[in-house]
Structures are given as C-alpha cells and as structure tokens.
C-alpha cells in the first residue's frame, strides 16, 4: 500500500472548510489572521511539491484516475467528458498543481499529515480551496457528492476539534470554494490532521484540492489613523517638513486571546517584500515622522513569549505613507454648445485620479462677468448647470487635496442665450363643428417684434379649421418662427363641440279654430320660437299652435355651447265653409256660378254633385273653376242636387244641397 499523499489529506480538509465558508483576505469572519505557518500549494508542473503526509490512495500519474486514485494536475478535467475544465486555485502560478482525487468505494481515512512548528496557547486557523469535479450532469444528474470530516488530533489521538463538509453539490459551471475552521493548540506545537471520506466511491465523489494553510487567528485587529489623509491603502501627508503621524491598533475582544496581548510594529520599503520588526516599538500606538513611500503595519501575539515568533502573530492591514504631490491648474477651456436661459446641462468630467494627489474633495465655481462665486452645495465630480441669466457663463472644477492646496481640473464655456419668450389667449376658446373657419389671434411674441407660428390639429395658415379639427378640445400652440433659438412656444385650447341639426319642418294647413302640435326634428336642448301669436309655449321643441289666421313661426334651436339653428314652418289657417244652397245661371252676368269662399285653399280637395235619382252631374278635384250648372256641356234644369265635399283637413265630408234656379 502506498502512502497517502498530503494531495489527499488537503482534498477532504477542504471539504471539511466548505461548511465554513470564510474569506483568507485579511480577516477570518470577525478576527484577524497572520501570515501562514504552512501553505500547501502542491507546486508547477516543473517544480511539484506533494508535501509531507500518507494515503492510501494510489497515484496514477497518466491514465483516468479511477476510484481510490489521485494525481497532481493543472486542470481538473482528466479527459473525460463528465469533468469540468479547471486550473489551479494559486494566484501567481502560470503553470501550478493541485491534487485532483477520485474517491475510493469505501468510506475512511485517506489522509493524515503532522503539522508542526505551531505556536502554544494560539488559535489557528485552518483553510482551504475544493472543487468538486462532477458537472452536475455526470451520472445521470445524480454525482455521488464529495463529503470529508477534518480532524484535528494530539500526539496522544485525542480529539482536538472536528468538523464535517456535508455534501459538495455538483455544479453546471467549475467553482472554487472555500472551507475552513478554528482550533487552539493549547500548551502543545503539534498536531495530526486527518481527513476522513464520508461518501463512498462510485459514480462521482471527485474532487480537487488546492492551498492548504495554516494560520495563526486572533480577534479582529483595526489600524486606526486620520481617515481624512487617507485613500484605500494610503495614507497622505503635507509638504517636504512633514508633522509626525500616529497609527493606533486597536483589538476588538474575543475568547480567542484570554490574556494581555503583545505588539509589535513593523515596516517595510515600497517593493519590499519581508517586513521588519521596529525595535522598543511595543505598544498599542505608533508615533512616526512620515517617510514617503514606506509601509506600516502592526503585528499581535496573544502572549509576550510567542511575540519572538513572527509566524505566531496575527496582523493587521497594512498602511503605505505617501506625501501629496502637488498639482497644477489646466490651461484649455472647453467650449459647450449655447443653451437658454431656465435650461440646465450636466457637466460630467471625469473624477480626478492624479498619481499621489491623495485624498480629495470638488468646488464648482461660477463666472458670468462680474466675479467668481463659489456655488453652494456643489461639491461632487459632477455639476448641473441651471441657466439663469443671459450671458458668457464659466465654470471651473476645482480640486482641494488634503494639505489644503486648490488646483483647477476643468474649465467649461457656455453661452446663454435669452429666451423667446410668447403669450397665447384665444379669442374664443369654444366653437361649434360647422362652423366657418377661425382666424387665429392672441398670440404675442413678448420679447421679439417677428410673427409668431399657429400650429396644432385642424391649423391651416393662421385658421383653425373645426370640421378638420374634428369634436373635442385641441391644443394650439403658438411658437417664435422656426429656427428661433432659445425659442418659448405658449398654448391654448379651443373645444369643438358637436354641431345641432335642425331638420327643414314641413308647412300644414289647419282648419279655422283647430290646432296642432308642432314637432320639429333636432338635438338641440334649448329653443326659442318666434313671437308671432297662436303659440303655448315659445321655449320649448313642442309647442301647441292655434293660430287665428295664416301664420309663419320661426324656430332657433341650440345647445349648451350656443350651436344654433334655425328652421321656418307656415301653418296656413282655412276659414270656416259656408256653402250657398242655390245659383242661378240664366247668363245675366249675377250669380251665375256656384261661389263656395275659400274652398280652394282646403287641401285634396275633392267634390261631388248628384241629382235625386244619385247621378254624379260635377265633380272637381281642388276648386279652381267654380261650377257654371252644366253637365256634359248642356245647362241643368231646375232643381235641387245633393253635394258632398271632402279634404285633408276636414274631420269628416260636408253633404248638403245646392238649388239651381232660373
């Protein structure tokens, strides 16, 4: 049996961290970590380096790992199909290794390493990076998931701390994770970390492993300093004769240091890459003259005696002093595009990055001839300019570092122009759909002595149009001539309301002393008849008409909105009948015909005459010719002859007798 490889013990610690899922930058959750004691990265392809450990797996350096092998590798992917395609976790390493397993069918140990040169009485932290081979596809969609138990024993084998990954899903897409846990090492510096496979082999259950660390881990340690002269990982300060500055660690309280803690400030050059020890410098604050370009940082132990072991201290970030280049102002302006006044324009130069110009703040100032102002409130890289006043308008963006120092990054031109300012009132502002077309006016230019422009729906040339408008209000806009700059335009509404229709009312004859209901075809809600006489109501669509003689009404009807129309009807009034019994013509030039006063106006008139034995002698549609006594061309004799007389506008036919007499 071959001996396991530390590849295999990192692969399920990291599997183990993947239930803690901590970051490596700096702080571990709430605490703060120092530099590695032990950092596994498994080496390059031309440097490999597999660490110390056993396994009892086998490695197979060339085929298809198969379950219960592994191999150091730069891609995960092992020519098969099911794998992803993924490089090592080590940043800086072109051409690095991680170890990539395939789990054996059975569960167990498969790794365990010594780990020493920890510090006593110091809580560690442990870390790692997995990946689980499987795409989430492989198998059917259904990888075994890896599962690893890390354990952390004394040379004794008792249990220091354990922990356990839980499954690693399978993914569409590679993933790198991160996995990690705490322990304290007590009054011993060495341990045995085992890592246990809680999954069996089979389909899935294949992983890789990359950077494996150990770290010494403590409370979380903060370096606090003037935030104003700092930027990110910098912190500024003035002039060639600069003021001392101070740095003060402070420590935020955990169970992990449970006595007094130690410091230690280092320091380091730019390019640098060792830090150094700064002798007597032991305590919580650090009192320095700055030197540019150098870095700081501040180291902590959780007692006096692991102090002397660098590798046994925690550490906070570390700070670069730099002294604040001064800038210089820009000499071009920047010439915009005109714009009026009540507009505004957004001034968006980029922020101001300067190299060592350290921290910053912006100041936009205004010149439109009659001095610099310094404009409240506008203190970002960015300015919205709002015209106010006609004229040459400047603006500058300055800058003021740290020390104190204004320099100018950009300097913007705009012209303002004045507006063309307008006014719109219609003279009417509501009109009727057949009405004749409106010539526009109201509209003054109040600043300009040109013409103004009509526009808007059913405007044609100054008039606005309401059969093309069409019903409904409409907007009309009244506008400088085209190509104004800076050009105001006004508006007013004009409603068209619907048109009244009035149908032409036919003319009636009536019967002397009847009357009749005059029923006029129209939308209107409002009438107004004309005053002759003969009316019950002159304010209504329907009134009763009685008229004592022949009469002409005239009828104006509108609505609301003062459309009107109007319509004429004559009621043409008959006067009572009264037929003659008798005629005489005998030719002496007196009563010769029979003479019956206004039966011609009746309407349909028809009449007939009979003798006594019920043959028709006359007969007449209208009265036109009043009848002579002849029949069929030869005069009638004496005697008396029965009439009836019919007409539309007799309730029922007039009968009588009519004499003829010589």
């Not at 955990?254 to 700064?278: C, K």
């Not at 700081?296 to 002294?323: E, G, H």
Request: aromatic share 10%.
């Amino acid at each position: 049996m071959r001996k396991r490889t530390i590849t295999d013990y990192l692969l399920r610690i990291g599997i183990l961290m993947a239930t803690w899922f901590l970051s490596l930058e700096g702080y571990a959750q709430n605490g703060s970590v120092g530099d590695p004691i032990i950092n596994i990265t498994f080496g390059t392809v031309s440097n490999p380096d597999f660490g110390g450990g056993t396994t009892t797996y086998f490695h197979e350096p060339t085929s298809p790992l198969t379950d219960g092998e592994y191999r150091l590798a730069s891609n995960i992917n092992q020519a098969r199909s099911g794998w992803h395609n993924l490089r090592d976790h080590t940043t800086g390493q072109g051409d690095g290794l991680m170890l990539v397993v395939n789990a054996s069918y059975d569960a167990g140990e498969f790794y365990r390493i010594r780990v020493s040169g920890l510090c006593k009485s110091t809580r560690f932290r442990f870390s790692a990076w997995i990946a689980n081979a499987n795409r989430a596809a492989e198998c059917g969609g259904r990888p075994i998931p890896p599962n690893v138990r890390f354990v952390v024993e004394d040379l004794n084998g008792s249990v220091i701390n354990s922990y356990e990954t839980g499954d690693i899903q399978a993914t569409s897409s590679p993933q790198w994770r991160e996995y990690g846990f705490e322990f304290d090492t007590g009054d011993q510096s060495e341990f045995d970390l085992v890592l246990i496979n809680e999954n069996p082999g089979g389909c899935g259950n294949d992983l890789a492993i990359d950077d494996i660390q150990f770290r010494p881990y403590g409370p979380q340690l903060l370096l606090n300093m003037d935030e104003a002269l700092r930027q990110m990982d910098t912190l500024f300060f003035c002039g060639n004769d600069p003021q001392p500055i101070s740095l003060r660690a402070e420590i935020v309280s955990d169970d992990s240091y449970v006595e007094t803690p130690a410091y230690q400030w280092q320091t380091r050059r730019e390019g640098e890459i060792s830090w150094v020890d700064m002798p007597q410098e032991n305590n919580e604050q650090l009192r320095i003259t700055p030197v540019h370009n150098r870095w700081y940082r501040v180291t902590v132990a959780a007692t006096t005696d692991n102090l002397t072991n660098s590798l046994c201290r925690i550490s906070s970030d570390s700070i670069r002093l730099a002294q604040v280049v001064t800038q210089t102002d820009v000499a071009d302006e920047i010439a915009l595009d005109p714009i009026c006044v009540g507009e505004s324009i957004r001034l968006d130069p980029p922020g101001f990055g300067g190299a060592g110009v350290g921290p910053i703040t912006y100041q936009w100032v205004l010149d439109q001839g009659n001095g610099t102002v310094i404009l409240p409130g506008a203190t970002s890289a960015g300015y919205e300019f709002q015209a106010r006043e006609a004229g040459t308008a400047r603006l500058q963006r300055q800058v003021v570092n740290s020390c104190g120092d204004v320099f100018v990054t950009h300097v913007f031109e705009i012209e303002v122009n004045e507006s063309v300012r307008t006014a719109l009132v219609l003279p009417r502002d509501v009109v009727c759909a057949d009405d004749e077309p409106l010539l526009l006016s109201g509209g003054t230019l109040v600043n300009s002595d040109k013409d103004g422009v009509y526009s808007g729906n059913g405007v044609i040339n100054g008039r606005f149009y309401p059969a093309l408008a069409g019903v409904g209000a409409h907007t009309i806009t009244f506008s400088p001539p085209p190509g104004t700059p800076c050009a105001d335009s006004s508006q007013d509404v004009i409603t068209v309301l619907d048109s009244i229709y009035l149908e032409p009312m036919a003319d009636v004859v009536l019967p002397w002393g009847q009357s009749i209901t005059l029923s006029p075809q129209t939308n209107a809600s409002q009438f107004s008849w004309s005053s002759q006489p003969g009316l019950d109501n002159y304010q209504v669509r329907d009134p009763i008409a009685s008229p004592s003689e022949t009469t002409t009404y005239t009828l104006t009807a509108s609505n609301a909105a003062g459309c009107e129309k109007t319509a004429e009807i004559t009621i043409t009034v008959l006067r009572d009948l009264k037929v003659p019994n008798g005629f005489t013509p005998n030719g002496d030039g007196f009563n010769d015909t029979w003479e019956i006063d206004g039966l011609a106006a009746y309407p349909n008139l028809f009449i007939r005459v009979f003798n006594r034995w019920g043959a028709l002698v006359f007969s007449s549609k209208g009265y036109a010719t009043p009848w002579d006594g002849y029949f069929n061309g030869a005069p009638l004799p004496t005697a008396t002859y029965y009439y009836v007389i019919t007409s539309d506008a007799l309730a029922q036919p007039i009968s009588g007798s009519i004499s003829i007499l010589k």
